[in-house]
């Protein structure tokens, strides 16, 4: 069968559109294409492919899992779900762990356990959640609602309700919403989609305090952030404030799908048997995957050098922006970085991110105005260095474009 990208549109229902070229085989941080072009991989799918391509330590324990079980249903457990929720727990503040295969999955079990463990414990009447504008949290009807983009829950039909979104790092905006009749606060300790924005110290610390004083659960949503991407294990770890309930997917898995929600024994008992569940919930394969991966970056001198690489990306984006003047700041942590765009160049990232591609480099876009680079954690400096000079060509094509 001859695959073309003019298959997609008479086969694909529109709600993607997928460059040009067809990617057929990836290696470290490098993809080919149909026709044997060769990129750099800056964006690891979005922020997944955590140790990039066919990491021979993933491929592995794919093909050993693979050999072995595939798939039973969660009327029994297995191996490789129990020793992945065990080295989660150890690694984090979490006692128990819940398993989905997205994070839109893994957010929406959250949810569904604030409002049960508010039921439980404190009555009907405390079920508002507070979340915040330009946030992300997953397409499933619960989590794009929680999420702060109505054009992303507008037009279909009516929405779940009791969500209120306040503004990120204006912490008089949730204290004029949050009550005793909040049961959760989500929000993302570095928005992602929302356009690479860390919280400032005095932000995340307050809204831990709000949260502690009304008795609601605070939630952060560390599907992007999480998993090694900003030099730490959990970007909460770095902050010096802890969730009560956390969420990770996308690089979970190293490109495998797999999400989990983790939390403490008090609040995951209010997930008895049968108020919750997946068929595909901490599947072997996909958990010994992930197992894999979890393994290689809980390591703190991997996680050092995620650091050191940023550094590399900062000094490089600096000196093209020395050049060129695109950008007013680069800003994020670790190896999820975005370059605001300038005044000039309002509105036009996706222009760079085409650019790149015919350049030869995958980066990509987080809203309408910031580049964004989330590459593999162990993408060698000389990759790095090589993809930095075919994004120097293409944004030199965009500014003499004009
Ligand atoms: C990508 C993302 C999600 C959704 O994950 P899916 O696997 O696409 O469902 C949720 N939250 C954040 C912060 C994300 O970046």
């Known amino acids: ?68 079980l595939w798939h039973l249903s969660n009327v029994f457990t297995n191996e490789p779900a129990l020793r992945l929720a065990k080295k989660l727990t150890d690694a984090t503040f979490a006692d128990q762990v819940y398993f989905a295969n997205s994070g839109g999955e893994a957010n929406e079990a959250a949810l569904k356990l604030a409002r049960r463990w508010a039921l439980d414990h404190h009555g009907e009447e405390k079920n508002q959640i507070i979340s915040f504008k330009q946030g992300f ?6 989590t794009v609602t929680v999420g702060g983009q109505p054009a992303y829950s507008d037009g279909f039909g009516p929405k779940p ?7 990120y790092n204006d912490l008089d905006s949730v204290k004029a919403l949050i009550s005793d009749k909040t049961c959760a606060v989500m929000m993302e300790p570095l928005q992602g989609e929302g356009g690479i924005i860390s919280p400032t110290d005095e932000f995340v610390k307050g809204v831990r305090e709000l949260c502690d004083k009304h008795n609601a659960l605070l939630i952060f949503d560390e599907v992007q952030s999480g998993v090694g991407r900003t030099g730490e294990l959990y970007a909460y770890m770095g902050l010096g404030v802890t969730p009560d309930i956390l969420t990770t997917a996308k690089a979970l898995g190293g490109g495998f799908p797999i999400g989990a929600m983790i939390t403490t024994k008090e609040i995951g008992a209010s997930l008895k ?16 995957v992930a197992e894999a991966a979890f393994d290689i970056v809980n390591d703190r001198a991997l996680l050092d050098n995620v650091k050191r690489k940023e ?38 990232a996706r222009d760079f991110l085409v650019a790149s591609t015919e350049q030869k480099l995958m980066c990509l876009v987080a809203g309408a105005n910031v580049v964004r680079f989330a590459p593999s954690l162990i993408i060698p400096d000389e990759d790095i260095k090589d993809g930095l000079a075919r994004f120097e060509q293409a944004v030199a094509n965009v500014v003499n474009a004009a």
């Open 161 to 167: 309700g009791a969500i209120d979104h306040a503004t």
């Open 311 to 348: 550094q590399l990306f900062r000094d490089g984006l600096a000196a093209i922006n020395a050049k060129y003047h695109v950008f007013s700041e680069v800003r994020g942590k670790g190896l999820l970085l975005g370059g605001v765009l300038t005044e000039e160049y309002q509105g036009r």
């Open 137 to 142: 949290h997953g397409r499933t009807f619960f």
């Open 1 to 68: 069968m001859n695959v073309t990208r003019e298959l997609f549109n008479d086969v694909m229902v529109p709600n993607y559109n997928p460059a040009a070229m067809i990617p057929v085989r990836g290696s470290g941080s490098r993809v080919w294409d149909q026709e044997n072009n060769e990129y750099v991989d800056f964006a690891g799918g979005i922020a997944v492919n955590v140790l990039g391509h066919c990491h021979p330590a993933l491929v592995n324990a794919l093909k050993e899992q693979g050999d072995k």
């Open 273 to 288: 048997v049968g108020t919750h569940g997946s068929t595909y919930g901490g599947n072997p394969l996909a958990c010994a």
